[in-house]
């Protein structure tokens, strides 16, 4: 007998697929703000390969985040952080409390389809649903 799926497992599953779905993208990964892997679609062969995807994309809106509050001299909310390399983009954006959507395209997306797609698709189906709790501290 198969256990109950989670509401929360339902919802990282369908944002997979769906943003999986987008023409050009190669990669989906839900993550906890402090680098967990909830939920993903990749080529990446190791998980331990994942899972340094996530905690550095993690590392990243941080970084983005604390970059525009020296800028500007005011508390901010990271939208999203997008990185554009030789093989397609990177496009990291919180998806809930403690909780970040990272997709990885081809060098022919439509990046703005891709990113108004998954801005779309949080604010529909994954900001209600998608909240991990941060861990504990460990002493």
């Not at 929360?8 to 967990?36: F, H, N, P």
């Not at 909310?77 to 409390?97: I, L, M, S, Y």
Request: contains cysteine; aromatic residues 2%.
């Amino acid at each position: 007998m198969s256990e109950p799926i989670s509401a929360e497992a339902e919802w990282v599953a369908s944002v997979i697929e769906i943003m999986a779905r987008q023409k050009g993208v190669t990669d989906v990964v839900v993550l906890t703000g402090d680098g967990l892997v909830l939920g993903a679609m990749t080529a990446l062969a190791d998980q331990g390969d994942t899972e340094g995807c996530a905690a550095a994309a993690s590392g990243l809106l941080s970084c983005g985040k604390a970059i525009a509050v020296n800028l500007t001299g005011h508390q901010v909310t990271t939208q999203q952080a997008v990185v554009e390399t030789d093989h397609g983009f990177v496009v990291a954006r919180p998806a809930g409390e403690n909780t970040f959507l990272l997709v990885h395209t081809d060098t022919d997306t439509d990046l703005g389809v891709v990113t108004y797609e998954a801005k779309r698709l949080l604010s529909r189906l994954g900001e209600r649903v998608l909240a991990s709790a941060p861990r504990d501290r460990v002493t």
